[in-house]
């Protein structure tokens, strides 16, 4: 598969547990990016990391959120005390390197569905 | 701040008419302007942007947009709609940095 994939594709857990969210970017892309689309509302940045430099994290939502990638590869978003107000389908995408203000487009997964009871 | 507005919550058109969805933005720098496009149970997928040179940009699927610089719009067109073109349309631009700001999306209904 050439595509960004992401697992899992749905999370049920019980409020107050952490979960954790993977994705695979595609091959040789550098830039990563992890999104959270709330029902009926539109992509909402989380944060941005590319190679080995400092990731932009402006805008995870509160310190129960954090994410880490080794290098290139895979990375995972995780979320502790998990609250109700983070249902939401949480999209991971890729691109090829960029500069600021790059202007690749980005390929993103299927998305991890995740409901918080 | 920068923002992405898209007007209209759905679209409906006729199979066979021409289509618009609206985007306009508010940017302090020069935008790079993206369209994508959600089917229902798949990802997001790209469809064209507008980096610099001419404004009607083309796409997949036949679509284009025109980029306006005075009147800070990215409208996505297609002559001929398809049934098959329903879907959940985000208009996103980036300037500076490496975010990139979404709209709240338009859902487009075409109708047989």
């Known amino acids: 598969g050439a595509g960004v994939s992401q697992s899992p594709s749905n999370k049920v857990t019980e409020k107050g547990k952490d979960v954790e969210l993977r994705c695979d970017p595609i091959?040789?892309?550098?830039?990563l990016y992890w999104y959270r689309q709330r029902l009926g509302q539109g992509l909402e940045f989380l944060i941005y990391?590319?190679?080995?430099?400092?990731?932009?994290k402006s805008g995870l939502p509160s310190d129960r959120f954090s994410a880490e990638r080794t290098g290139e590869s895979v990375s995972t978003l995780t979320i502790q005390r998990t609250q109700q107000e983070d249902s939401a389908v949480y999209l991971c995408?890729?691109?090829?390197?960029?500069?600021?203000?790059?202007?690749?487009?980005?390929?993103f997964g299927p998305g991890t569905r995740l409901t918080v009871l | 701040a920068q923002s992405v507005a898209q007007p209209e919550d759905q679209v409906n058109v006729a199979e066979g008419n021409p289509l618009t969805v609206k985007c306009t933005y508010s940017?302090?720098?020069?935008?790079?302007l993206f369209w994508y496009v959600q089917y229902p149970n798949r990802g997001l997928q790209f469809l064209l942007k507008?980096?610099?040179?001419?404004?009607l940009v083309k796409g997949s699927y036949g679509f284009e947009a025109e980029f306006n610089k005075s009147q800070t719009s990215f409208h996505l067109k297609k002559p001929s709609a398809l049934v098959s073109d329903s879907a959940l349309y985000f208009c996103?631009?980036?300037?500076?940095?490496?975010?990139?700001?979404f709209g709240a999306g338009t859902r487009l209904f075409v109708k047989a």
């Open positions: 995408a890729s691109s090829l390197f960029e500069l600021a203000g790059g202007y690749n487009e980005q390929f």
């Open positions: 091959s040789g892309h550098t830039a």
């Open positions: 990391f590319q190679g080995n430099s400092a990731p932009d």
């Open positions: 940017v302090s720098g020069n935008p790079y």
């Open positions: 507008y980096i610099t040179g001419d404004n």
């Open positions: 996103a631009v980036r300037t500076g940095g490496f975010k990139t700001i």
